[in-house]
């Protein structure tokens, strides 16, 4: 925890991007999302296009491109599965360089390839430009249930903590001469799994006590509301306007 | 297994996402319900756990190595309702956090993983623990067999989605040998850790299994002989009667359902083992973040083209086997609860 409470994946910075309030982001990055899922995808011009707007956006929020490349790449289990659709739809054939290759499926790979793309830069940009303590606050203000919010901050809060415990289990471990080689060692591990389950539960139940002793009655009070202008939901908003024109575009070309 | 955006059609999508939110809604009032205001501590805690659980690396062999994806553990340890209120927080963060699973398929990853998971897991664990004898040993083979079917159940739960609002037209019966072949190996692995992880918190801790909470012992006082304190060992006592002749049925069940599972992974564990090899090397490089979810998805996939003619027969009918096991406990769960009135939660 002593790192501060930013996740891995947040660039520190102070461009427009950064600057512009979370909630506003975050609908901006759905509905950006949804576009592009809805857009047909024979129009191939239109994901060009989005990728552009992403990259606009990259740019404007001084975002490396060798940062989000690399980011991208979480995405390859996928684009395996994706370049298996040629060879296992059937349908009308085509020969590509000798191969006989299927063209629905060939669509469908070149779907779930461009829209997992983009849906993936997407996401890693808002991820890139938000800290952590926003994102809850943004989660907050689009009316996702208080619960579920306390939830998933008390998750991100502790996640550090419980994942640091873990690590000085195993370092424990190896310092006991343990190396878990295979199947036979499953034991000691699902120990320790059990044994961090007792812990992060007392740790929890502890966690309630000290907050009780300070006035906790089941909903954390709001120190700071987050509120955007409507020049700050226009500059937001610019994003999935240009897509959407894009997607009807492509609609009626 | 974490579905990106694309992959399910915009309708359906949008469906599982209101199944999805209604689920979160239910289990956020049941959840309440039990734990009061300590709800938000201790369902973060434990959705904390789980996030770091599955970056404990389990090895199989030689070089590869899987982990754990924790449906049914949560849903043993902390009950169905914390359980689906803790995958789905996870889901949510990892999609807005990490990128991983598409923005659009959130309610397609929380109802597959989250929603099926947990029910079917815990629907069987419930039903087993009802029927076995109340000894820990049973709630951990229940523990063993919730796991193993809940991970192809969700296969088969995202194949039928896909079945429906897939983008592509791959052949429906495709998908589901080589999504069920690949996750029954898999459920064989989170059933052996999920059996190993509950035994280990049930002989230390087991007032906090949520699943084994009608098997701590109730209290005893000694004066002079022997007294019960605690009322609720009347209900299930006068339940276990009628609970005999099920009981063989349950057992030969869920043996063939076992030795099934076994065969087939047997049969069949050659090439998903290497393709999962290639998926973790490539995957784990490939991701910054540590705990790769990678070698599940291309091993989910990937087997595709190798096995599924080999597998598919067979797998049907574990599968087959699996869903009855579940539908059927769940049933017989629920009339079990209704004669029970107020035995148990």
Same mark, same amino acid.
């Given at each position: ?18 600057a ?5 982001k ?7 999302v949804?576009v592009?899922?809805a ?12 990728? +552009? =707007? #992403?990259? !606009?956006?990259a740019?404007?929020a001084?975002?490396?491109? @060798?940062?989000?490349?690399?980011? &991208?790449l ?16 059937p ?10 290759l299927?063209?629905p ?8 390839l ?8 997407a996401? +890693? =940009? #808002?991820? !890139? ?7 809850l606050? @943004?989660l907050?203000?689009?009316? &996702?249930?208080?619960l ?15 994942t640091?415990e873990?690590?000085?289990?195993s ?14 060692h499953?034991g ?10 007792i812990?992060?539960y ?27 202008t409507?020049a ?22 | ?11 359906v ?45 389990f090895?199989?062999?030689?070089g590869?190595s ?15 309702y ?6 789905a927080v ?5 999609g807005?956090?990490f ?15 989250g929603?099926?998971?947990v ?23 229940a ?25 592509t ?23 052996a ?7 280990a918190v ?16 109730p ?25 005999r002749?099920?009981?063989?049925l349950?057992t ?7 030795v ?15 393709l999962?090899?290639v ?12 705990h ?20 598919s ?18 049933a ?14």
């Amino acid at each position: 925890m002593g790192a501060g409470h930013a996740h891995k994946l947040y660039r520190q910075g102070h461009s427009p991007v950064h600057a512009l309030p979370p909630h506003t982001k975050l609908a901006a990055v759905l509905a950006f999302v949804v576009v592009v899922a809805a857009t047909p995808r024979e129009a191939m011009w239109a994901f060009a296009l989005y990728a +552009v =707007l #992403l990259g !606009a956006v990259a740019v404007r929020a001084r975002v490396p491109a @060798g940062f989000l490349l690399k980011r &991208l790449l979480i995405e390859i289990p996928f684009v395996a599965f994706a370049l298996l659709m040629p060879f296992v739809v059937p349908g009308e054939q085509t020969t590509v360089l000798g191969v006989s290759l299927s063209v629905p499926g060939l669509w469908g790979a070149w779907n779930v390839l461009a829209k997992g793309t983009l849906g993936v830069a997407a996401s +890693v =940009l #808002l991820a !890139a430009t938000t800290e952590l303590r926003e994102l809850l606050l @943004g989660l907050q203000r689009l009316k &996702l249930p208080p619960l579920l919010v306390q939830i998933a901050s008390f998750m991100i809060r502790y996640g550090d903590v419980i994942t640091d415990e873990m690590r000085r289990m195993s370092i424990a471990r190896r310092s006991r001469g343990f190396e878990a080689r295979g199947v036979r060692h499953w034991g000691v591990l699902a120990k320790t799994a059990g044994a961090l389950f007792i812990r992060s539960y007392e740790r929890g139940e502890r966690v309630h006590l000290a907050m009780v002793s300070r006035g906790y009655t089941g909903s954390m009070p709001v120190i700071d509301e987050v509120t955007a202008t409507a020049a700050q939901w226009r500059r937001a908003a610019a994003l999935p306007a240009a897509a959407l024109l894009i997607c009807l575009l492509g609609w009626t070309l | 297994m974490h579905v990106p955006d694309g992959f399910i059609n915009a309708p359906v999508s949008a469906a599982a996402g209101v199944v999805a939110a209604g689920a979160v809604a239910v289990s956020l009032r049941g959840a309440r319900k039990e734990l009061d205001e300590r709800t938000a501590p201790l369902a973060g805690l434990v959705a904390a756990f789980i996030f770091a659980v599955q970056m404990l690396n389990f090895p199989v062999a030689a070089g590869t190595s899987g982990h754990l994806l924790g449906g049914a553990l949560a849903a043993i340890l902390v009950g169905p309702y914390t359980g689906v209120l803790c995958i789905a927080v996870v889901l949510l963060m990892q999609g807005i956090l990490f990128a991983d699973g598409g923005l659009t398929a959130l309610g397609v990853n929380i109802t597959v993983m989250g929603v099926v998971t947990v029910l079917v897991a815990y629907a069987l664990f419930r039903g087993l623990v009802l029927v076995l004898p109340r000894t820990r040993r049973s709630v951990t083979v229940a523990s063993f067999a919730a796991a193993l079917v809940s991970v192809p159940a969700a296969a088969v739960a995202f194949t039928a989605v896909y079945a429906i609002g897939g983008t592509t037209d791959v052949p429906i019966g495709k998908v589901l040998a080589a999504m069920a072949g690949v996750h029954t190996l898999i459920g064989i692995g989170e059933a052996a850790i999920t059996m190993l992880t509950v035994g280990a918190v049930v002989a230390v801790r087991s007032d906090l299994v949520y699943g084994a909470r009608g098997l701590t012992a109730p209290l005893k006082l000694r004066v002079d002989g022997e007294l019960v304190d605690a009322a609720p060992a009347a209900g299930p006592g006068a339940g276990d009667a009628p609970a005999r002749s099920p009981k063989k049925l349950w057992t030969g069940g869920v043996v063939t359902a076992l030795v099934l599972a076994g065969f087939v992974s047997f049969y069949a564990s050659a090439s998903p083992d290497g393709l999962e090899k290639v998926a973790a090397d490539k995957g784990i490089d490939a991701k910054v973040r540590p705990h790769a979810a990678a070698d599940s998805p291309l091993a989910d996939y990937g087997v595709k083209d190798v096995d599924d003619a080999r597998l598919s027969g067979g797998l049907a009918g574990v599968i087959g086997v699996g869903a009855t096991l579940a539908v059927g406990t769940g049933a017989f769960w629920a009339v079990r609860r209704r004669h029970a009135t107020g035995a148990q939660v």
